[in-house]
């Protein structure tokens, strides 16, 4: 929150050093072929959070995540058990980093409407090692989606050469997975719902479902955009939100078929700044 609050900050006070600038240049910018560098009239934009491709690059050069696995010996123990998992290199946008897309429409020069569509998906499936119980047939999974879906527009001003200020109102709704620990499992942060399962054995298995937040929000945005080419630019954004949500009930079933309520769920109205450290990738046609 903090850290949001700061970078909320300085991006404002950037911005508004740079309204204050003026250019000859700001609103006849072509290439030396002649394009023209802006959207105009009657164009349409998409745009698509970039974070991804930096992830690939990442995932490129490889890293492996250490991690301990809490689980049933069948004699009521949970013993630990370390694991590493190597990151394949994905375009994926997770439960966890859901990337979002933007699809706009430039009703003026300076007047856009647009739909902002926020999508990730988890299934992860960690094979664990049993042998010392005779079976390797032990796994657990977790699974997630994040979804949401806004409306709103956008209002265009000149900056200084190729950077373009704007700034607009957004409203929708939105649907996030639960995040956070196990009833049982120790030391790991789970997203949505948890299986394990030890064919093996013949107690032990467990499932953990629900927690999921769902609800609405308006949000007011402010944002910047660099066009490093003609039609094609890169820019951030922040703004501040005014959001109701549902925590739904989170409940834990053992394989005997015990259900234990976990977390009974909430609600949450809240007014928050929010930013985007994510660069997005703007194309104009």
């Known amino acids: ?69 809490y689980y049933y010996d069948g004699w009521g123990e949970y013993i630990s058990s370390n694991h590493y998992r190597q990151e394949s290199p994905s375009f994926a946008f997770t439960a966890q980093n859901p990337g979002t897309l933007f699809f ?68 929708g709704g939105f649907l996030l997975p639960f995040r956070g620990g196990s009833y049982i499992i120790d030391n790991q942060t789970f997203i949505g719902n948890i299986e394990y399962v030890n064919k093996g054995l013949i107690d032990g298995d467990f499932e953990e479902k629900g927690g999921s937040t769902y609800g609405f929000s308006a949000n007011g ?28 009930e989170r409940e834990y079933t053992s394989s005997d078929g015990v259900k234990v309520v976990i977390d009974s769920g909430m609600n949450k109205f809240e007014l928050s700044p929010f930013a985007s450290g994510n660069l997005i990738l703007h194309i104009f046609f």
């Open 221 to 248: 945005f402010l944002g910047a955009k660099w066009f490093f080419a003609p039609k094609v630019a890169i820019g951030g954004e922040l703004g501040l939100g005014l959001k109701y949500s549902t925590m739904t």
């Open 1 to 69: 929150m903090k850290r949001t609050l700061i970078f909320s900050i300085l991006f404002s006070s950037i911005l508004a050093s740079a309204f204050s600038q003026t250019d000859s240049t700001r609103h006849n910018l072509y290439s030396k072929k002649g394009f023209y560098y802006f959207p105009e009239k009657g164009d349409w934009t998409i745009s698509v959070d970039a974070t991804p491709f930096l992830s690939y690059i990442g995932s490129l050069i490889g890293s492996k995540e250490y991690y301990d696995v």
């Open 104 to 171: 706009k429409y430039f009703y003026a020069e300076d007047k856009a409407y647009r739909m902002k569509f926020l999508f990730g998906y988890t299934s992860e499936k960690d094979i664990l090692s049993t042998q010392s119980f005779g079976s390797d047939e032990a796994y657990l999974k977790q699974s997630g989606l994040a979804v949401g879906l806004f409306f709103g527009q956008e209002y265009y001003m000149p900056i200084k050469s190729r950077i373009r200020g704007y700034y607009g109102y957004e409203v």
